[in-house]
């Protein structure tokens, strides 16, 4: 019998291959020829192969995105800990993995931290009738401030400025 293979046909070959028959004995039992018998299964064989590696890299992404959402949760708990605002939080770490992508948590923290202030923070609670605000600096506000004093030491503040000269020449220091 010549021609495409038939529902029934189809059917018949997985019956078959399931009862551990040969090509040859599908071919003889459906009067096919084995070639027509042997590209049909290996379709099938590739489409469930393609089945298996999609299903395969649905898991791994979905197991990916769980790791991030953990990542970022971590991070952030990390930050409000610290005394960051839980929403400027979120938001520090999100800049902070579009800039730099990288799934280790001392990286994506410093990297959401490097260009924040001391005063971001500071924790800050308003009294109950809104008359008095409390700051309690952290130890991350206290190290943020004490970076920032790094930085400073070496220029002269604004108001110095232009009263700042070099002994040896005379000269006003910029």
């Known amino acids: 019998m010549a021609g495409r293979l038939t529902q029934r046909d189809k059917y018949t070959i997985q019956g078959m291959i399931h009862n551990n028959k040969s090509v040859g004995e599908i071919a003889?039992?459906?009067k096919r020829a084995e070639k027509t018998i042997d590209k049909y299964v290996e379709n099938?064989?590739?489409?469930?192969?393609?089945?298996?590696?999609?299903?395969?890299?649905?898991?791994?992404?979905?197991q990916?995105?769980?790791?991030?959402e953990?990542?970022?949760?971590?991070?952030?708990?990390?930050?409000?800990?610290d005394g960051a605002d839980a929403v400027d939080a979120n938001k520090w770490v999100v800049e902070a993995?579009?800039?730099?992508?990288?799934?280790?948590?001392?990286?994506?923290?410093?990297?959401?931290i490097s260009s924040k202030k001391a005063g971001d923070f500071m924790i800050k609670k308003t009294g109950d009738k809104g008359d008095r605000t409390?700051?309690?600096?952290t130890e991350v506000a206290s190290q943020?401030?004490?970076?920032?004093?790094?930085?400073?030491?070496?220029?002269?503040?604004?108001?110095?400025?232009?009263?700042?000269?070099?002994?040896t020449t005379g000269d006003k220091i910029k």
């Open 28 to 30: 003889k039992t459906l």
């Open 64 to 68: 990916a995105t769980n790791n991030k």
């Open 97 to 112: 993995l579009t800039n730099n992508c990288t799934d280790d948590p001392e990286v994506l923290y410093q990297n959401a």
């Open 144 to 167: 943020r401030g004490d970076e920032s004093r790094k930085r400073r030491s070496d220029t002269i503040s604004r108001t110095a400025r232009n009263s700042v000269y070099d002994l």
């Open 44 to 62: 099938e064989l590739k489409m469930l192969l393609d089945t298996v590696k999609n299903v395969r890299v649905q898991k791994e992404l979905q």
């Open 70 to 81: 953990t990542l970022i949760q971590n991070v952030v708990n990390r930050l409000v800990k």
């Open 134 to 137: 409390i700051s309690v600096m």
